[in-house]
């Protein structure tokens, strides 16, 4: 029982229902053996929450609030999906924390499962990547530990992988690319998408292809169309 003072009233728990359907059973708080549910906004921290889970708090250099699993090993996850609740059911999006080692350290994962079926989003959906040791990576979820590397994109079993750099009123459109050419020798290049061409290629062996002309200035020459 709350103790309560002569000029307030407290409740442990108050429960008001103000439906004016008569053709719905209508309950504040529902508790059964299998299943807890509530009608209507559940507010933390407000009396007049205006979503299903409105947390109001006055923290300012923490968080306000904890989702939190077993997650002391490697491979284990936790998180939040997003999705439909209309005829589908599917949760197609979600945010997953990978627990990586005792500590409870971890990688943060974004994940879109992209089947037209009934599976949902997990940890195998992974679309980005960001670990507990600096490394960010998209399409993959193990980017490159190496010193300074803070970005990693593509993936092995992809074909080619690479990034696409949009500017300007016209929406010019370029990118790098991490590839192989047909006698299946490693390259990197910069592809112009406008006309679907390279303009720089390097190869393993150190080759380098440019198309056009090369432009050197210094303070002794200017070199052109090498």
């Known amino acids: 029982t709350p103790y309560a003072s002569s000029n307030e009233t407290v409740y442990g728990i108050k429960v008001n229902v103000d439906d004016n359907t008569t053709t719905a059973t209508d309950y504040g708080l529902h ?3 299998a299943n807890n549910y509530l009608s209507g906004n559940l507010g933390v921290g407000t009396a007049s929450p205006a979503y299903p889970l409105d947390i109001v708090s006055t923290i300012n250099n923490g968080a306000a609030l904890a989702i939190r699993g077993d997650v002391d090993a490697d491979g284990r996850f936790s998180g939040i999906q997003f999705g439909d609740n209309g005829t589908t059911s599917y949760s197609k999006g979600g945010i997953f924390y990978e627990g990586k080692d005792a500590y409870a350290r971890g990688n943060l994962h974004f994940a879109l499962e992209g089947g037209t079926g009934s599976d949902n989003a997990d940890l195998t959906d992974s679309k980005m990547t960001i670990t507990y040791d600096n490394g960010v990576g ?10 300074n590397v803070l970005l990693t994109v593509g993936d092995t079993s992809l074909g080619y992988a690479g990034m ?4 300007g009123t016209n929406a010019e459109s370029w990118r790098l690319y991490s590839s192989f050419d047909g006698n299946n020798d490693a390259i990197f290049g910069l592809y112009r998408v406008a006309d679907s061409s390279y303009k720089f290629q390097v190869g393993e062996s150190g080759n380098t292809t440019l198309a056009g002309q090369l432009r050197v200035d210094g303070g002794q020459a200017s070199i052109y169309g090498l």
């Not at 998209?138 to 010193?147: H, K, L, S």
């Open 138 to 147: 998209i399409g993959t979820t193990t980017p490159a530990t190496a010193t």
């Open 164 to 167: 696409e750099i949009r500017g």
């Open 31 to 33: 508790v059964t053996a």
